[in-house]
């Protein structure tokens, strides 16, 4: 690690608002949800309660670092988990950093890992309807992502539909620990009417499908699985590319969030190599992979990756294009990335402009 | 340099910490085994704040299987990351050489001593009787 690492006393710069492309909201308890939903499905939670592809009921196979992933000094004073407080969420990251824009993304309840087929939609729907009520009509800052069923194609696009129009919602939000890879038919019309309504797939680490994160096993330590996550992501943006999702609907774009970046190239170089030989098998992919990627998928920045030399980031930035990356923080969660301080190396003003603010105005169809 | 007074000793007992602001930086003092010692309050990797996080221990290991844990309460995790810093000089644990927290020489003064000045102390009252931190900024 070199002393480059470190936070450097940057210069003034011109003040401009930034967009954050990651920000987990939370419910102070499952209860929270009571309000939005029929009484018949009230009570069937209370009696059976949630029936998921995971062995534990209020904890996750995946392992965490600290306390609900988050940072220290995130829980909220009036008692609830970090991020369960709007006004909390307001004050420490909205107002503190100059928010102009918070993409939430909700990690639980999915709605998606939900094995009642019945209850899967309605838990979606009324997690729609929290968010709708208690966050994006509180601060119109914060955009929300639509939660689909996505295991029961036919129900997400339903609730796509329902929702779509909704300047409140800004994306579709689908898990990433799936049932099968996310490039697989199955879920064809869930991108069919995402890219029909111009909302973008925003996909983060997320859900319980049953399965470990790496391909023989579960692993043993937190800081292995903090980077296989990443790896399994690699694999959804293969599944997209290979399986032709991203060819078949042109005008689709998809939200790579919180799965690092500095993969991107190489990953398109391999399956570019790859392609080239055995086109025959994918005829579908009419063009190299990584032009697929270049033109309908975008990163989020956090966790920021950090060189020994912290300019090499930079020519890995250049390659997925400067207006492919969207910042993140990730709050509250303890990998959280300091707007102020996060980027080591040097950007121009204008890329600066593009990564904090201007590229995720572009892809939401922000203001 | 100036003397700041921020604390009685009563009110740092050992293991214990305070967060003061001093010629407007924040800054935390600690107290190990009766020993007081100044950290800035700002992570060098993110500027997270540092001094809320949790004091803990050291844990070394030659190989897997066997492992040390000494020095209990005297490393400060950063809340945000987790960087492990050395609460008695500043030095961070992943390197030690080029990464270190600002830290400030504390000392203990008797009362009798602070009223003569020229210790600054500006938001805790002085009396010859006790015995206070005092910061070096």
């Not at chain 1, 480059?4 to 011109?14: F, G, K, M, P, S």
């Not at chain 1, 997320?206 to 903090?226: F, Q």
């Not at chain 2, 007074?5 to 010629?23: D, F, N």
Request: glycine fraction near 8%.
């Amino acid at each position: 690690m070199s002393s480059a690492l470190l936070e450097r006393a940057v210069a003034h710069e011109t003040k401009i608002g930034v967009i954050d492309c990651d920000v987990h909201h939370a419910m102070r308890s499952s209860k929270d949800l009571y309000p939005y939903l029929p009484a018949r499905w009230r009570e069937h939670l209370e009696t059976y309660g949630s029936r998921r592809p995971t062995p534990f009921t209020g904890s996750s196979p995946y392992f965490k670092a600290a306390p609900a992933l988050s940072r220290k000094d995130s829980w909220p004073r009036n008692g609830g988990p970090p991020g369960s407080d709007l006004a909390f969420l307001q004050e420490q990251l909205l107002d503190r950093y100059g928010i102009e824009a918070g993409m939430l993304h909700l990690l639980s309840p999915t709605g998606m890992d939900q094995r009642n087929q019945e209850l899967a939609p309605v838990l979606c729907r009324a997690i729609n309807e929290w968010q709708f009520h208690e966050w994006t009509q509180k601060d119109q800052r914060l955009k929300a992502a639509i939660v689909v069923p996505g295991e029961d194609a036919a129900a997400a696009v339903a609730e796509i539909e329902h929702w779509a129009g909704n300047r409140d919602f800004a994306q579709v939000s689908v898990v990433t620990h799936t049932i099968e890879p996310l490039g697989r038919r199955r879920y064809w019309p869930i991108y069919e009417a995402a890219a029909a309504h111009g909302l973008p797939i925003g996909l983060h680490s997320s859900g319980n499908n049953g399965y470990a994160v790496t391909a023989a096993g579960w692993s043993s330590y937190y800081v292995e699985e903090h980077h296989e996550v990443s790896m399994s992501q690699q694999a959804l943006v293969t599944s997209l590319v290979c399986e032709g999702v991203l060819a078949r609907y042109p005008s689709l774009k998809v939200v790579i969030v919180e799965a690092g970046l500095a993969w991107v190239p190489s990953l398109c170089w391999r399956l570019d190599r790859q392609w080239a030989r055995m086109k025959d098998e994918v005829p579908h992919l009419t063009r190299p992979p990584s032009s697929y990627v270049r033109e309908q998928v975008w990163f989020t920045t956090q966790p920021m990756d950090e060189p020994e030399r912290p300019e090499d980031i930079l020519s890995i930035l250049e390659w997925i294009g400067w207006d492919r990356i969207l910042f993140a923080t990730d709050y509250p969660h303890w990998d959280f990335d300091n707007p102020e301080t996060a980027f080591k190396a040097q950007m121009t003003e204008q890329q600066r402009r593009m990564v904090f603010r201007d590229n995720a105005r572009a892809v939401y169809g922000l203001g | 340099m100036s003397k700041h007074v921020v604390a009685t000793v009563s009110e740092i007992p050992p293991g214990q910490r305070k967060l003061v602001t001093v010629r407007g930086r924040s800054i935390a003092v600690f107290n190990l085994d009766g020993e007081y010692f100044g950290l800035f309050n700002r992570c060098p990797h993110q500027g997270g704040p540092m001094c809320e996080g949790i004091l803990t221990g050291l844990i070394e290991s030659d190989e897997p299987g066997h492992y040390k844990y000494s020095r209990k309460g005297e490393i400060i995790r950063c809340p945000w990351h987790g960087w492990e810093f050395d609460v008695r000089t500043g030095q961070s644990y992943c390197e030690p050489e080029r990464i270190q927290v600002r830290s400030y020489p504390v000392e203990v003064a008797e009362g009798t001593r602070v009223v003569e000045g020229p210790y600054v102390a500006e938001t805790v009252p002085v009396t010859i009787e006790e015995q206070y931190v005092v910061v070096d900024v």
